[in-house]
Structures are given as C-alpha cells and as structure tokens.
C-alpha cells in the first residue's frame, strides 16, 4: 500500500514532470560536455584550462541528473509496487510533508540522521 496520506495521481504526475526537466536539462548540456577542442596557436593556457574546468563541471552536473533520474525511476517503482513512502531503513511511513517537499526520499527523519 502506498503512503495513505498522498494522492498518488499527484506524485505520480510531479514524478513525470520532474524527470522531462532532468531529460531537457541533460540535452541543453549536451554540448558542454563534449571533448574540448582548442586551437594551441590561438588560444592561450588559461583560456584551455578554463574551457577544461566547464567541460568536468558540466560532467559532474550530468553525473547528478542521471542519479535523480535513477531516483525517480525507482520512486515510480516504488509507487508500482505500493510500497512509496515507506522508509527504506525502518518501515514506517515517512511524514508525507517530507515527501511533497522532496518526492524521492527514501527515509524517515530519524533514520536520515
């Protein structure tokens, strides 16, 4: 059963709607994390050194975004299972403001801590 005090229509759309930002994110980006390619007789060392340190930020960010989609993947399993909202470490219900705050946590308060 999932968590009694949510509408799971609701989740379930906000899941939908936050994984589309995370894919549109990750297209936007897609160019700034391809190989960088700079002329050496043009372009000077910081400017390479810059262009080097955008290239892994923007790897990091996308590292991130594919960890929230594994997230919300896993929250719409969850919710297919009926098991969404329960915490992972104790069993009980997580506060279901928890969950309209962040809806891919996975513990409760006290055992988040």
């Known amino acids: 059963m999932n968590h009694p005090d949510l509408e799971m229509e609701v989740v379930v759309e906000r899941l939908h709607a936050l994984r589309t930002e995370l894919l549109e994110q990750s297209e936007a980006s897609r160019g700034s994390r391809d ?20 290239q892994a930020m923007a790897k990091a960010e996308e590292e991130r975004r594919q960890l929230s989609l594994r997230r919300v993947t896993s929250a719409l399993s969850r919710i297919d299972k009926g098991g969404y909202g329960e915490c992972i470490a104790c069993g009980d219900w997580i ?5 309209e ?6 513990k409760c308060i006290d055992c988040a801590e």
Do not use: E, H, K
Not at 35 to 54: E, F, I, K, P
Not at 101 to 106: A, E, H, T
């Open 35 to 54: 190989t960088v390619m700079l002329d050496q007789t043009s372009v000077g060392r910081l400017s390479r050194m810059d262009a080097l340190q955008g």
């Open 95 to 99: 506060d279901s403001r928890r969950l």
């Open 101 to 106: 705050r962040d809806p891919l946590v996975l």
